[in-house]
């Protein structure tokens, strides 16, 4: 190959350098990493919390499978109901006569200008009993009766706070591929930088702390007012008082979602995620944008050169390069995070998410209103 290659093909081949990187030092050795020990201490008792708005049928659905978690040690199990007009109230005050460890919060206003899960979880933090704690939410499901005793195993690491995983459920459609390859790569980002020592956010989904942590970042205080960040932004809070972050990324530690069932519902749900990210710190901001950055700049170089007169050679070889390398890279974390996508799929799904994500910067820079439920 000719070394007098043009700008264009060695920025091309710059930002598959970048890609790469990340995977060897991440990605890779993350997806490698021995089985977490399927024994350990199991001898804390546990605060497992539920916020739920209008929730009825989920919580249905998952408070039998949250009763049913086997954990020698005992948990409580804090449902708060936030201003929920549904029989929220009615079905969980039944369950606290049959089981004397369901204890419900009612939460009936929201002060103004608070964003109301973040108040709904304070109010069941305070009425919660034991220090460690663990979070869900209503439309999600455990994975399996052993996540609780999974999730607890990561603070004998030894941690203050343990970030856990959530997979959508698997379902017909191209949406849903999408929708479970930008989960798995969100995942495989965090968890894995995570594990190299720089933990920088987590989901609720899945997401244990102590009660000490959410009195050293004083809760919620530094963005009560921001509608998203329950959980990513108080890692970010957490990390700066040098809390100790572990990871929990055993298949029977996960928690599993309903996805969004249209374009429109989970364009609305991730403009809500990615607003959290401007509240990072700068380092965080750096290494996350460093990697979605040259993604973006390999697609847009490669489209552009596409239509110009450079040498197709090494544009080919680039291009086939990254193809073949980074969705093997993926297939990989599918298997260690049981999130598998079929192999073929996996480059459109990279190639759609990344040109989705830049819409969704666009669209947060040009218009900020969110919504909540």
């Not at 439309?139 to 030894?158: E, H, K, V």
């Not at 968890?191 to 000490?212: E, H, I, K």
């Not at 990390?239 to 599993?256: I, N």
């Not at 086939?320 to 996996?346: C, E, I, K, S």
Request: one cysteine or more.
């Amino acid at each position: 190959m000719p070394f007098s290659l043009s700008p264009a093909i060695w920025v091309l081949l710059a930002a598959v350098l970048v890609q790469l990187c990340y995977a060897a030092y991440y990605f890779l050795p993350f997806a490698r990493r021995p089985p977490e020990p399927t024994a350990g201490p199991d001898d804390e008792p546990v605060s497992v919390l539920v916020c739920a708005h209008n929730e009825l049928e989920n919580l249905r659905r998952l408070l039998p499978l949250l009763l049913q978690q086997d954990y020698p040690a005992g948990f409580e199990l804090v449902v708060i109901d936030d201003r929920s007009s549904d029989y929220t109230f009615l079905y969980v005050q039944q369950l606290t006569q049959y089981y004397p460890h369901v204890r419900l919060v009612t939460v009936t206003s929201t002060p103004d200008g608070l964003a109301p899960k973040k108040y709904a979880l304070t109010l069941g933090i305070k009425t919660s009993r034991h220090p460690r704690l663990l979070f869900t939410d209503a439309d999600c499901i455990p994975a399996t009766n052993q996540w609780l005793r999974y999730m607890q195993r990561g603070f004998s690491q030894p941690a203050d706070m343990v970030l856990g995983y959530s997979a959508y459920a698997e379902e017909p459609g191209f949406l849903n591929k999408l929708i479970r390859f930008e989960t798995l790569l969100s995942g495989a980002q965090y968890l894995s930088f995570a594990w190299r020592g720089q933990p920088y956010m987590g989901v609720g989904r899945n997401l244990g702390y102590t009660r000490q942590v959410f009195q050293l970042t004083k809760g919620f205080a530094s963005h009560i007012r921001s509608l998203s960040g329950d959980d990513d932004l108080l890692v970010q809070d957490a990390v700066q008082r040098g809390v100790r972050v572990a990871v929990v990324a055993e298949p029977g530690a996960h928690t599993l979602s309903e996805p969004a069932a249209t374009w429109g519902a989970w364009w609305r749900q991730k403009r809500r995620h990615l607003s959290a990210g401007r509240s990072y710190r700068l380092a965080d901001r750096a290494r996350i944008g460093a990697f979605i950055g040259s993604n973006l700049l390999f697609y847009g170089m490669a489209i552009g050169l596409l239509f110009s007169h450079s040498d197709w050679v090494p544009l080919a070889t680039v291009c086939l390069l990254r193809t073949a390398a980074m969705p093997a890279v993926y297939h990989q974390l599918g298997r260690r995070l049981d999130n598998r996508l079929p192999l073929m799929w996996l480059p459109v799904l990279d190639a759609v998410y990344f040109f989705y994500y830049l819409a969704l910067g666009i669209s947060l820079f040009l218009y900020r209103t969110l919504r909540w439920k």
